[in-house]
């Protein structure tokens, strides 16, 4: 496959959080796009501004989980690939709530995968042959690692701790098994968790951004010892379509920041930040610091996730280019800079509009 063609892929879950910045960066990367979305809570248009007058950009709002619509769309705009990253992702609402993401998260794509089989099947010659099913997903499927040196490799066995990653568990082995049983052309990519611009406040970085901006307590689960390997989203996207364009059928992609940093260390950093970039505080704060409160933890909580991206690095020569320190003001800084667009999901003006969108 070429990356200096034009490509036109379906892109599922293009207005989430990584899904809006996979499709940021590829109208600007002059493709064609067609994001199948249909706007749940952590769905945000808004995430799309730049690129949605693009006449390379549309976006199709339809469930995932509704075969004849799914049918429909690939009828109609006969994409080149699919990027799958629909999903529901919200380790906490999985707790209180698991039917959702046994939907959206299996069924869902369950219902994609046949739709892109009978699709794929009927095409012919360099199309056929060129086309990919690319699926998102993420680290957590591994569960967690007892020592400090440990990584997860795309070797590693699963082990899922929540409804969530267990949903996510079941879709990869979906999408191995159409590869195998049908012959469908497919990749997964597994990767460590994501920050950065546009990501929805229930998450913990924003979260604690807005928190503290608002004089709120920043929250921290336990003793705040829990270690994420953390992911710069924009370099995330570029990684995808590396993994789509260049990556071989039926293998794994592990895609890693290199950033390992305790839940703790993490908000403490984003207060050392807002100190410099934001130092006219909220009534009463006199340090950003004085705000962290320690809670209860959350059942089945995972110790320690990392990420061995040695093989994304040697086989498809990607490497990501934020560091965490760069990677974090970027984004409070985007935060800062952003108010309209954090103030429209915490009203929920975001979602009123969702109700028209077709």
């Known amino acids: 496959?070429?990356?200096?063609?034009?490509?036109?892929?379906?892109?599922?879950?293009?207005?989430?959080?990584?899904?809006?910045?996979?499709?940021?960066?590829?109208?600007?990367?002059?493709?064609?796009?067609?994001?199948?979305?249909?706007?749940?809570?952590?769905?945000?248009?808004?995430?799309?501004?730049?690129?949605?007058?693009?006449?390379?950009?549309v976006h199709k709002k339809v469930d995932i989980c509704d075969p004849i619509a799914i049918a429909r769309v690939f009828e109609e705009y006969q994409p080149d690939c699919v990027m799958h990253l629909a999903a529901e992702s919200h380790v906490d609402r999985s707790i209180i709530g698991p039917s959702d993401f046994i939907q959206t998260n299996i069924v869902g794509t369950y219902v994609i995968l046949e739709a892109a089989r009978k699709y794929w099947t009927s095409l012919e010659g360099v199309k056929h042959d060129q086309f990919r099913f690319h699926h998102i997903s993420t680290d957590e499927v591994y569960g967690d690692l007892d020592g400090t040196e440990d990584l997860f490799t795309e070797m590693t066995p699963y082990s899922p701790s929540s409804p969530y990653s267990?949903?996510?568990?079941?879709?990869?082995?979906?999408?191995?098994?159409?590869?195998?049983?049908?012959?469908?052309?497919?990749?997964?990519?597994?990767?460590?968790?994501?920050?950065?611009p546009h990501h929805f406040p229930e998450k913990l970085i924003p979260h604690i951004i807005l928190n503290a901006l608002h004089g709120k307590p920043l929250p921290i689960y336990g003793n705040g010892s829990q270690i994420r390997d953390w992911l710069y989203v924009e370099d995330h996207a570029k990684a995808l379509f590396r993994v789509l364009i260049d990556g071989k059928v039926g293998e794994t992609y592990n895609i890693g920041g290199h950033?390992?940093?305790?839940?703790?260390?993490?908000?403490?950093?984003?207060?050392?930040?807002?100190?410099?970039?934001?130092p006219e505080k909220p009534s009463g704060v006199?340090?950003?610091r004085d705000l962290i409160?320690?809670?209860?933890?959350?059942?089945?909580?995972?110790?320690?996730?990392?990420?061995?991206?040695?093989?994304?690095?040697?086989?498809?020569?990607?490497?990501?280019?934020?560091?965490?320190?760069?990677?974090?003001?970027?984004?409070?800084?985007?935060?800062?800079?952003?108010?309209?667009?954090?103030?429209?999901?915490?009203?929920?003006?975001?979602?009123?509009?969702?109700?028209?969108?077709?």
């Open 259 to 278: 950033n390992e940093k305790t839940n703790l260390e993490v908000v403490e950093t984003i207060c050392e930040l807002l100190e410099e970039l934001a």
């Open 166 to 196: 267990a949903s996510k568990a079941s879709s990869d082995h979906l999408v191995r098994a159409w590869g195998r049983t049908y012959g469908l052309p497919g990749i997964i990519s597994n990767c460590s968790n994501n920050y950065g």
């Open 1 to 57: 496959m070429s990356t200096l063609l034009r490509k036109k892929l379906l892109v599922t879950g293009g207005a989430g959080f990584i899904g809006s910045a996979v499709v940021r960066y590829l109208i600007n990367e002059n493709h064609s796009v067609v994001n199948v979305d249909k706007l749940t809570y952590a769905g945000n248009l808004d995430s799309l501004q730049t690129v949605h007058n693009s006449p390379h950009y």
């Open 293 to 358: 409160s320690f809670v209860k933890d959350r059942p089945g909580h995972d110790v320690r996730y990392a990420i061995d991206a040695s093989k994304i690095q040697r086989e498809l020569g990607w490497v990501p280019q934020e560091t965490f320190e760069t990677g974090l003001r970027k984004t409070v800084q985007w935060y800062l800079d952003n108010t309209e667009w954090w103030e429209r999901v915490l009203s929920g003006a975001y979602c009123l509009e969702k109700i028209n969108e077709f």
């Open 286 to 288: 006199t340090n950003y």
